[in-house]
């Protein structure tokens, strides 16, 4: 096996995996940016609600753009651009809140999604060998990064509304991807587009009826997840009465569980059953949602997150492993893609719950994410009942 060969990494998987910390920075930032921008003291959530259009039309824009790019210029390089473009996200960012046009900020946003979709695209084809081997423990690696980045990004805008000075704060975060862009820039990756193996039918593979219930899955999970993430400090404030900069603290509470979940999962895997995992993933989910916005209270409120995150956390790596096998062969397009529809859900879901909100108020919230838990739990069951039936 030569160092080119698709199935040996140059570097250690987990210094490409760390990477998607910066795509989860950048895909969490509107959960943050709403109380810095002062939306919990204007209810214009319909508007607030095309933050999450663009970052989610930058996501689509971007994974498409990836798609051509990887074959002209390689992984590594779509990996540097994915960083740089970061850093400029964060520069727009750092001088877009109020009175800022509403375009400029959809921009911001915009070229934010861009930069996730180069990196997740990246990273998914640079470690394509290594998941094949052990498909589980590598998303939930890959998950862990995710959730830390994105309680990095709740962490430091809950320091923007503290300080009072969130450009100055913002643009010295954008220093972050810029010198991970650097570094990857000097890893010593080589271009290994040219020798992946072309997938033996991938039409027929994509087309089966788990794939399409396992993207279901992912689309539904994400969107609960991130409704979430997209809405929780808003709704503390105006529900509890919480401080902007407390109720954005709680929102990084919330990452830091669901990574903690990733890890502990990570541990758990070789000892529990899988499908047993599954099913206390879903029904915790449920259990946490309950908690979360049935509890008047702050303590009711951190053992509702505490909930969900252990829920949300192990579905999506687990069903990946069972899915895995209805593939004839991985290609980084396949999970990709995937992956990509399933993250358009976590940010498109936010911008259909402003306009409910817009509407009938932040009170919908709860309903929304129950019944979004629920159909959670019938996706798994449906899953479940389908690698019966198939043996696999």
């Known amino acids: ?28 930032l ?37 798609f051509r790019l990887r074959t002209w210029h390689g992984y590594p390089r779509l990996l540097t651009t994915g960083g740089f473009l970061g850093a400029v996200a964060l520069l727009l960012l750092s001088v877009s809140q ?11 946003l915009a070229v934010s999604g861009v930069a996730a979709a180069f990196i ?39 320091e923007c509304i ?40 991938p039409d027929k593979d994509l087309r089966t009826v788990l794939a399409f219930l396992f993207a279901l899955l992912l689309f539904f999970q994400f969107a609960c997840e991130w409704s979430i993430a997209g809405w929780l400090p808003v709704y503390l404030v ?12 709680l929102l990084f509470l919330y990452w ?20 047993r995992m599954l099913a206390f993933s879903a029904f915790s989910a449920v259990f946490g949602n309950l908690a979360l916005f049935g509890s008047g209270t702050r303590g009711g409120v951190v053992v509702g997150i505490l909930f969900v995150g252990a829920g949300f956390s192990g579905i999506y790596p687990l069903a990946a492993e069972r899915i895995a096998a209805r593939f004839s062969s991985y290609h980084a397009g396949h999970f990709n ?36 838990s629920c159909a959670v739990f019938v996706m798994i069951l449906l899953l479940w009942l389908g690698w019966k039936v198939s043996g696999s």
């Open 1 to 28: 096996m030569t160092p080119q060969s698709p199935n040996l990494l140059p570097v250690r998987p987990w210094r490409l995996l760390a990477a998607l910390s910066v795509s989860g920075f950048l895909l969490a």
């Open 30 to 66: 509107p959960g943050g940016l709403l109380p810095l921008w002062g939306y919990h003291l204007r209810p214009a959530f319909s508007i607030a609600s095309l933050y999450f259009l663009a970052l989610g039309g930058g996501l689509s824009f971007g994974s498409l753009v990836a």
């Open 98 to 108: 109020p009175p800022a046009a509403l375009w400029f900020q959809l921009l911001a």
């Open 120 to 158: 997740n695209a990246a990273v998914f084809g640079l470690v394509e060998g290594v998941w094949a081997r052990n498909p589980a423990r590598v998303t939930l690696t890959a998950g862990a990064f995710f959730s830390a980045g994105s309680a990095a990004s709740a962490w430091i805008l809950s």
């Open 162 to 201: 503290d300080l009072g000075q969130p450009s100055r704060l913002l643009s010295l975060t954008a220093l972050l991807p810029a010198a991970a862009a650097v570094a990857w820039a000097r890893l010593p990756l080589k271009d290994l587009t040219a020798h992946l193996p072309a997938p033996e039918s």
């Open 238 to 249: 105006d529900r509890m009465g919480m401080s902007p900069a407390g109720a954005v603290r």
């Open 256 to 275: 830091i569980a669901l990574m903690l979940g990733r890890i502990v999962a990570v541990a758990l895997l070789p000892r529990i059953r899988h499908s």
């Open 337 to 372: 893609g995937v992956f990509t529809f399933a993250l358009l859900g976590g940010v498109m879901a936010p911008a259909i719950l402003g306009n409910a909100a817009g509407l009938w108020g932040l009170g919908v919230m709860p309903w929304v994410e129950i019944a979004g």
